[in-house]
């Protein structure tokens, strides 16, 4: 399996308070994220790819030394989307995938329970956050998403999407030839998750969810959601 950790993004909405860093770079417990990341996925026997772009120099150096990753650069970062991102690395969509925002912090548990999970392609949700959160999904009893959004009405949010999903080699087509439908039409502009929405609005095929049951997560939009991340490994530790 490969992981693809999208990481060209610029941050605008976390900018204010970090100049020129880029997300995935900030320390947790004094390891960038990206770095942490990268590690947990290696040692699950993962290949990595990463994909870059906004100071790129700097995801670099947050995995310097780490060998066997490979990079793609999307030179369009700051007029495009992650879709753009990821199609630069169309090439090393070869194998069952793993695909996540590099700002993701995750756990070992979690990860396991995505990989694991039999049904594909299926994107990473929680069914505990549906008040407070960045991006909401709709799903039907055997956990189909349905409806997506930013704006999505609360009485219509089933769970909070949690920045990484699985796409299996059998899907990869399917995926791919829908990827490139929406470059060349020129959406660009769009998430990466868009390719897995569109089956959901064509119903042509289901978009599965699986639920981090609990578990820890958070994804960096704003400084607060570092700070979130920062107190819980401080909590952790004091637990140890």
């Known amino acids: ?13 976390i900018s204010r308070k970090v100049e020129r860093v880029p997300k995935s ?6 390891v960038p ?15 990595c790819i990463v994909c870059t772009g906004f100071e790129e120099k700097k995801v670099k150096k947050a995995l310097e030394g780490i060998e066997n990753i490979t990079y793609c650069y999307n030179p369009f ?18 194998d069952d995938l ?5 700002d993701v912090f995750f756990s ?5 329970q995505v990989i694991t999970d039999q ?4 994107m990473a949700i929680d069914y505990s956050r549906t008040v407070e959160g960045d991006y909401f999904f709709s799903t039907s009893v055997d956990g189909r998403i349905e409806k997506y959004g930013k704006g999505l009405p609360l009485e219509q949010r089933s769970c909070e999407y949690v920045g990484m999903a699985k796409i299996e080699k059998s899907f990869l087509p399917q995926f791919i030839h829908r990827m490139d439908e929406l470059i060349e039409s020129q959406q660009h502009n769009v998430w990466w998750e868009n390719i897995l929405y569109s089956f959901t609005d064509k119903k042509e ?12 997560w958070a994804e960096i939009d704003y400084f607060d959601d570092y700070e979130r991340i920062l107190d819980y490994v401080a909590k952790q530790k004091e637990t140890e």
Request: zero cysteines.
């Open 108 to 112: 070992g548990e979690i990860l396991e």
């Open 77 to 94: 970062y700051d007029i495009t989307n992650s879709i753009a991102s990821i199609w630069f690395a169309k090439n090393e969509m070869d």
């Open 119 to 122: 049904r594909n392609p299926v």
């Open 33 to 47: 994220l990206i770095r942490r990341s990268v590690e947990l996925l290696q040692s699950a026997g993962m290949q």
């Open 25 to 30: 770079t900030l320390p947790v417990d004094g």
């Open 1 to 13: 399996m490969k992981a693809i950790l999208l990481a060209a993004g610029r941050g605008t909405r």
């Open 205 to 216: 095929e289901a978009i599965y969810t699986v639920d981090v049951d609990g578990r820890f």
């Open 98 to 102: 793993l695909v996540l925002n590099a």
